[in-house]
């Protein structure tokens, strides 16, 4: 009897469900948790305003009919005491939203642990769109000898391009155009690397002037090895673009392989 594990925050999207389908279609019991985990939330973050719907969450899960959702209370999840860290070091789990989100994966590396120990699934399921959260769930997941799969799904996009993400109902109308300057980027490089350019200043430079050219801010966008996350100067196959931005108040981030992922235009992306 296999067991898959899909651990989300809630406030469930297409991109979401994906998990869950890819997991019901490869588990005999497929468990979902929801938890809105606030250790991993950087000072000053969005954790009390995070979007949160138990109720159309529990309906959407039961309609896939997953077998269990567990939705711990954050003093179940971390009781008074808890004295026990995971940190995953070296640039996977120190560089890029590491620096911009302090203390983000740690707060990451603990609950996913704590969830793999709850369910100890055969199967977890984690969305290629936090490519950065995935390699640092592979590494502990490899590290602690779980003996757990980690299944890396593709990300689920809009029909303009946009990764689905709970943050976008931040975006205004406005912004939320402006958003696509994002996928337009990586579509930019993707094009470039396709017609035979290398080099990652020039690949990095085709995302960077369409967040420009949207008044986006950015974190970074940077091109790496998806296995270490050290930066490239010379892009291959399978290397990745990652970019985080700002529009406005509202921070995203996106990513693509290069050579492997479809281009995220209009009428290419992923759908349930
Ligand atoms: P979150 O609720 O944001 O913590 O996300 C829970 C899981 O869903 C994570 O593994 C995410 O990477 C994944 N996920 C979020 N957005 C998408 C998307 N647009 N496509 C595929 N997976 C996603």
Known sequence: ???????????????????VARAMGECDRVAVSIFVNPRQFAPG??????PRSPESDLEALAGAG????????????????????????????????ADLRPGHFHGVALVVTKLLVAARPDRAYFGQKDAQQCA????????????????????????????????NQY????????????????AAAATRFEAGERGSAALIEA???KLRAADATIDYVAIVDPGT?????????????????RIGTTRLIDNLRLGSDAAPSAGAFHTT
């Open 66 to 97: 997953v077998h269990a959702v567990y939705m711990p209370a954050v003093e179940a999840m971390y009781p008074a005491g808890l004295s026990t860290a995971v940190h995953v070091t070296g640039p996977v789990g120190e560089g890029f939203e």
């Open 207 to 209: 995302v960077t002037e």
């Open 45 to 50: 973050e969005d954790f009390e305003r995070y």
């Open 1 to 19: 009897m296999s067991v898959g594990l899909v651990p989300t925050m809630g406030a469930l999207h297409r991109g979401h469900l994906s998990l």
């Open 171 to 186: 975006l205004s109308a406005e912004d939320r155009r402006r958003a696509l300057a994002i996928p337009a980027g990586l």
């Open 229 to 245: 996350f050290m930066e490239v100067e010379t892009a291959s196959p399978g290397c990745q673009i990652l970019v985080a931005a």
């Open 136 to 167: 640092v769930v592979e590494r502990l997941a490899r590290d602690l000898d779980t003996g757990v799969q980690i299944v890396v799904c593709p990300t689920v996009r809009d029909g303009d391009g946009l990764a689905l993400s709970s943050r």
